[in-house]
């Protein structure tokens, strides 16, 4: 149990104390039971069944209290206060019950195969649906152990297939909630003065906040797994290659609701179906030549496609859409953003004229009639920003000769689209926080005499809304960087036995040494666009020791 005391006598004339505390509570109750066997002698088998329980709790309380004789810590409990005294408190937890069993099965190393079962039971969700079952699957094959290649030391086969379920919403997701509201806002305050008395604590109703859901239930992935590990040449090459397929159902959301609902239309709900589907793969090389230089060098690359298979009809506002299509008819990942498509800035009147865009500018920016009805309406909305990268890719470089080691590690994505909201303050003076400290690039926006500029010209009154979604905000984001370099030397054997010691390994590290970025990129790190603050490059030295 934990406490925390405020007292706010500094920035308020109203001396007050606030007593919070907290308490805590988790167990988990696991009992297995394993056999292992073994037929024919070849064929290995394990059997294991087992249950898990587990309880969660949490109680919050609060009490706040006004009006104290001494303004002293030691003084200030809330019972020694003469004014307004509130309490507040809420107790929130869950419970999960899971049944499972696996068996496993080995001929020879030559073939390995595992089926487990879960039966998964949690009270975060409805009552019709609160328990789910989980399946999964393997096939190992070993084909090297028939081939008898000399320069094949491992070749294998991987399979697999399996159902996994995810409670992760709130514990109160499948209720509907109620709160007597004391606030001093009027419109949300449940509290009334029924009987005209002035005086004293006012009688209180209750208002929704959350709409029950009896049917909520476990959102699930079905993922199915084809790879091959090889290893050549007297493991010097090395490798594994994996295909996958994922498809997520009922996924567990918040849809937005219509404002005809009124308080309390928020709720948890079963949403979209997702599929995923991508590849994986990594190679390396590893040796050490005659004069003593070892090293192992190994690169990796993957790539993924997404796209929505499903929506809800109730839900299908609720996501990014143009007038035409949905995520699902559109076919594009899970996160696209539609918005209108820039054209360039406006040059002239003539061309403002000419626009049909409601409070055009010149200098301002230009939106592209896509359905070629002379007007710029919510129909020329189109998708313009993909969350899913070409592919990513990661390169490992470890060198060592005698006592000196060298390792390296470069990371880098291809083909992603990033959504700059930082233009908002770097290039534009009224979409948002006006007055304040804004971007050197506005230095650059377009005038009468720097027509050439793709910066809009300067405003104090955003009246043609260029904050809304758009393909100015949407930049090239592809980058590469050094993630770390390490340079290190062990102290010789002979030389530490001089002082009693074991080991002795001295060096230098740095992390996010340099970052190759898109030339059309204007936020200093790709990996953190918008608001978050940069990775930071850092130098460290070290050393480790052993008695």
């Given at each position: ?390 592919f990513s890719w990661g390169l490992n470089v470890a060198l060592n000769y005698k006592n000196f080691d060298l390792t390296m590690f470069f990371q880098g994505v291809c083909g992603v689209d990033i959504y700059n909201n930082q233009k908002f303050q770097t290039d534009f003076y009224s979409i948002t926080d006006a007055g304040s400290n804004k971007g050197n690039r506005m230095l650059q ?55 009693n010691m074991t080991s002795a390994r001295f060096y230098v590290a740095g992390q996010n040494l340099f970052t190759l970025k898109s030339d059309g990129f204007t936020v200093s790190d790709p990996e953190n666009p918008n608001w978050a603050y940069p990775h930071a490059t850092s130098v460290s030295f070290g050393m480790q020791l052993g008695f």
């Open positions: 149990m934990n406490y925390t005391y405020h007292s706010d006598v500094v920035n308020n004339d109203t001396p007050s104390t606030t007593l919070s505390g907290a308490n805590d509570m988790k167990w988990t109750w696991s009992n297995t039971a394993n056999y292992n066997f073994t037929l024919w002698k070849d064929h290995s088998f394990g059997v294991l069944l087992g249950m898990e329980l587990h309880h969660q709790n949490r109680d919050d309380f609060s009490s706040y209290a006004e009006q104290f004789a001494l303004e002293n810590y030691k003084y200030m409990w809330p019972d020694a206060a003469t004014g307004t005294e509130r309490a507040t408190g809420i107790a929130s937890g869950y419970n999960l019950v899971s049944f499972f069993g696996k068996a496993d099965y080995n001929w020879k190393d030559l073939i390995l195969a595992s089926f487990t079962i879960r039966r998964d039971g949690s009270s975060r969700f409805g009552s019709n649906n609160r328990y789910g079952t989980f399946p999964a699957a393997t096939l190992g094959y070993r084909i090297s152990q028939h081939l008898n290649k000399k320069w094949i030391d491992d070749l294998k086969l991987r399979l697999s297939w399996g159902e996994t379920g995810n409670q992760a919403i709130s514990n109160h997701a499948r209720y509907g909630l109620y709160v007597a509201d004391y606030g001093s806002d009027r419109v949300t305050s449940t509290a009334y003065d029924l009987y005209l008395q002035g005086s004293g604590i006012f009688p209180s109703g209750f208002r929704a906040t959350q709409t029950e859901n009896p049917n909520l239930k476990w959102e699930t992935t079905i993922q199915y797994n084809a790879g091959i590990d090889f290893a050549l040449f007297g493991n010097e090459l090395y490798g594994t290659a994996d295909l996958y397929l994922k498809k997520v159902k009922d996924m567990l959301i918040q849809p937005a609701y219509l404002a005809s609902l009124g308080e309390g239309g928020a709720s948890w709900s079963n949403g979209p179906s997702l599929q995923n589907w991508g590849m994986e793969f990594t190679l390396g090389y590893r040796h050490t030549t005659a004069y003593g230089l070892g090293y192992n060098i190994s690169g990796n690359l993957d790539f993924f496609r997404n796209r929505v298979t499903y929506l809800p009809e109730t839900t299908t506002g609720s996501y990014a859409h143009t007038t035409t299509e949905n995520l699902v008819e559109a076919r594009v990942p899970y996160g696209s953003i539609v918005g209108y498509v820039v054209d360039g800035l406006y040059q002239n009147k003539d061309e403002v004229s000419a626009s049909g865009q409601e409070n055009a500018r010149v200098g301002g920016l230009k939106y592209a009639d896509l359905n070629g009805d002379g007007r710029i309406t919510a129909d020329d909305q189109t998708w313009i920003y993909n969350p899913v990268p070409d926006a377009w005038t009468q005499d720097n027509t050439s500029s793709a910066i809009p010209a300067l405003t104090t009154n955003n009246t043609g809304d260029e904050g809304r979604a758009s393909s100015y905000f949407v930049e090239h984001g592809s980058w590469l960087k050094m993630r770390s370099l390490q340079v290190g030397y062990n102290v010789p054997t002979e030389w530490l036995k001089k002082v």
